[in-house]
Each structure stands twice: as C-alpha cells, then as structure tokens.
C-alpha cells in the first residue's frame, strides 16, 4: 500500500496494520490476515479481496430507529459541503491504507452532495471522483464497485425504477449514468444494483406486474449505457427480502434468478449476495451463496452478519462456522473474478471512537483470512466431497447417470423401479456429518 498522503484523522494508528500471528495480543495487528501468504495458489489479498463501504464507515453516524446521530467524526468538516466531501475522502483513504484493504465501495450520494439540479449534482460527484482517481493512485486503493443511492432523497418514496411516476425513473437514470461513469473513470471491477425501494407496501394501490417490468427496462437501459461506455467490469443485482419496502422484488438469490431469466438478462447481470440479507430472507448466507454459485451467478459478496433483532443490523463477520460455508463456495466456484469480500458492516451505535472502526474491520478481515485457511483444508482433505460423491453414487452410472443426460422416459424409470423392489433406507448421517465438520472448524488449522 502506498504512502498516507493525508493529514491524520486517524492519529491513534499511526502505522499501517500489520499480521503478527495467532500469538500476538496487539488488537490492532492481524492474528490471520496475512495479505502475501499463498493458500491454494493464490495469496490471502487476492482470494479475499476485501472491500471497505464508505457509507457504514466514513458516513456512518451511528443512529438507529429510536435515535439520531451519536459520532463525532473528524472530518465531518468544512466550509462547503463540498469541502466536508473532499476531507472526508482524504480521511476514507487514510483508513483504507492503515487497514491496507486493496478496495473500497461507495453510493453517489456518500462521496458527494446532492445539488440542486441533476446538472449540479453531477458537477459535485465529477469534483469528487477526480479528487478519488488522485488518492487510488497515490495509494493503490481501488474501487472493488460503485453504486447509486436511489432510496434516499424523498422522491424515491414510492421507489426509483418501480415509481408510477416516470420522472422520478429520469431522475434515478441520471444518477445510474453518472455513477456508472464515475465507476469506469475510477476502474471499478463492477456495479451494483441494491433495488433501494424498488418493492411495494401493499397491492391496495400497486401494480406488481408492471413495476416489474418498469425495474426490468431500467435495468435494460444501464446495461446498454454501460456497454456503450466500453465498461468490463461486473453489473451485480443484490438481493434483500424486506427493508425499506414490506415486500422487495429482489427478496433473495433465487427470486434474482427467476426474474433475470424472465426477463433474459441472465447474461449481463451476476449477484451480490450479503449475509444479512440471506438471513432476513429465512435463508442461511450458505444457502444465497450456493443458490447463486449452482446458477454460475456468484459475482460479489457483502460481508457481514445480522443479530436477533429482525433488521439489518450490519455487524462485522466474525462467526467462523458461517464464513467459512461462503469461503468454501467461493473456493470451490474457482474463486472471485471481479469480485471480492465488502464489508457492509458498520460499527454498533455505542462503539463511539474511529478506532473502533478498525477493531470491526480486523476482526472481520481475521474471521475471512481464518476461514479461508480451514475450508482450505476442507477441500484439501477432500474427505467432505468424497462423503458427496458416494452418498451420490447411484447416479455416476448406469440409470442414474441415463436420468441426468435425460435419456430415460418415465415409463422406464418405472419398470426399472418394478424390478428392483423397495430402496434400502440409508442415513444421511447429518448429526456426523456435522461433528466432522467441526473437527476442522475447531482444530483451527493454521500455522
Ligand atoms: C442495504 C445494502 C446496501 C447495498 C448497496 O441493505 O446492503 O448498502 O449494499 O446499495
Ligand atoms: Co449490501
């Protein structure tokens, strides 16, 4: 990582965190996260690709339903609010060179003020993202996705793409066209789409069908606008069940699927998929993971975890036997292209002190970094695929394997089934299955 180019906001670490090993009791150096050590041909940086959000962490200010903003941060300073944006990215920076994450995440609207026109608007986020494209450079930072906050501003009340009101759509377009270009001028490896308040809070007064397909033109427009700018990267759509809308188009990984394949935009889109969301979708992370990972959809993870409270918590990752079920999908999907571990996950509205933003991240980068190395050695055991493959076996070869190439007719299967009588009632041994699996989770495996 670069040199700290700015004034310290962070004077309270004052070198970049380094690994010190499972040995050391220094909470602000890495027990696992050792950024060059290769596991599985490919060092820890480049498998986990870490992200930081800039809006849970520069903008964060700790306030909750029952409550407003309780920080006081130290770049929240300046003149203009344009002034206020400049240092609060010099102080983003900072931080993402002392954590020494390679990547960073961001909404239009976390970086730059809103204007008082589209037109001004846009003069504010192009001010701004010079002002990022300076300090990647300086630092070596880059930007893992960009996004825009369709959610926010009041006339996204009735939704962005989904509003009955096709101005409110021109409005969200004209953030999506210059987000998307501040990406490609950032080179940002992908794109996210959070669908914000594209849902409804009752059919009494909503035209479901339609809002769908008004969220499927949209989509429609900001893929061909992309295109048409040369941009490589990753378009993700994010799935979450619920929060700010009672229901969400995009309620989890399989419901994205269904409505990519509807409406044939299963070749331009991939998935972002977030622990919490998974949870609040019923779901495990595992289970969003896989769904997305078996359809070949797996683009980006956001990285954290939810707690007993029903919303979205966003709380760092830090529970091993979750993290290491999305690293093992991950592993075994070939690992991310554009991809990587954001953490959209902020600090608890107590925890008032920027340190505490770093002891959230650690914590979160070790929880990965430890992860990796076990499912590691999950894959490398090769115990837990082996189990798969014989509790599987029956269709490797003959009528099974004719089912899969569907090469059998019901017909057959049944005389087939005629001929061999009742199948042996065979355990699927889980209560083993999972004390296996605990083995390594416990072991710890590491050195
Ligand atoms: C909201 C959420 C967003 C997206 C980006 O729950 O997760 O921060 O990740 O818009
Ligand atoms: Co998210």
Redesign the pocket.
């Known amino acids: 990582m670069g040199a700290i180019i700015t004034k310290p906001y962070f004077p309270e670490v004052s070198n970049c965190i380094k690994y010190e090993g499972q040995g050391s009791d220094n909470p602000l150096a890495f027990k696992y996260y050792d950024a060059d050590r290769v596991v599985a041909g490919k060092t820890m940086k480049q498998h986990l690709k870490f992200a930081v ?1 800039f ?1 849970h962490t520069m903008k964060g200010t700790g306030s909750d339903p029952f409550g407003g903003g309780v920080y006081d941060r130290p770049w929240n300073q300046g003149a203009t609010t344009l002034d206020v944006a400049r240092h609060t990215l010099d102080a983003a920076f900072e931080f993402f060179g002392k954590l020494t994450v390679p990547h960073w ?1 961001f ?1 239009d609207r976390d970086i730059a003020p809103e204007g008082s026109s589209i037109a001004e608007s846009a003069r504010y986020l192009q001010e701004i993202v010079n002002h990022a494209d300076v300090l990647q450079k300086a630092t070596g930072c880059t930007l893992l996705w960009g ?1 825009a ?1 369709l959610f926010s501003h009041p006339r996204y009340t009735h939704g962005a793409a989904t509003n009955p009101d096709p101005l409110v759509m021109g409005h969200a377009a004209a953030q999506v066209r210059q987000a998307i270009d501040a990406t490609i001028q950032l080179n940002g490896q992908g794109y ?1 789409f ?1 669908g ?1 308040r594209e849902g409804y809070t009752s059919l009494i007064n909503t035209n479901m069908k339609q809002e769908r397909e008004q969220l499927a033109a949209f989509l429609c427009m900001a893929r061909d606008y992309a295109h048409s700018q040369g941009f490589k990267g990753a378009l993700y759509i ?1 799935p ?1 069940p619920g ?1 700010p809308m009672t229901h969400q188009y995009d309620y989890d990984a399989a419901t994205v699927l269904s409505f990519l394949r509807e409406f044939d935009l299963m070749d331009d889109f991939r998935l ?1 998929i ?1 622990a ?2 998974s949870t609040l979708a019923g779901h495990t992370f595992a289970h969003d993971l896989m769904v997305a990972a078996s359809a070949g959809m797996l683009g980006s993870v ?1 990285a954290n975890a939810g707690a007993i409270l029903g919303w ?1 918590t ?1 709380e760092y990752p830090t529970n091993l036997y979750d993290n290491v079920w999305a690293v093992l999908v991950v592993l075994k999907m070939g690992g991310f292209t554009t991809g990587g571990f ?1 953490f ?1 996950a902020k600090v608890r509205r107590g925890s008032f002190d920027t340190i505490d933003l770093f002891y959230g991240h650690i914590s979160g980068m070790d929880t990965l970094a430890h992860s990796l190395l076990i499912a590691d050695k999950i894959i490398q055991d090769g115990e837990m695929d082996l189990y798969l493959e014989a509790r599987y076996a029956g269709y490797k070869e003959g009528i099974g394997a004719k089912i899969l190439k569907g090469d059998v007719t019901l017909v057959e299967l049944e005389d087939w089934a005629a001929s061999q009588g009742e199948p042996e009632k065979i355990s699927a041994r889980q209560e083993l299955r999972e004390s296996l699996f605990n083995r390594y989770i416990y072991s710890g495996v590491v050195k």
């Open positions: 959000a809006w995440c909404h996004t906050n996210t959070w914000g994010e979450k929060e972002n977030e919490n969301h956001d979205d966003d954001n959209d």
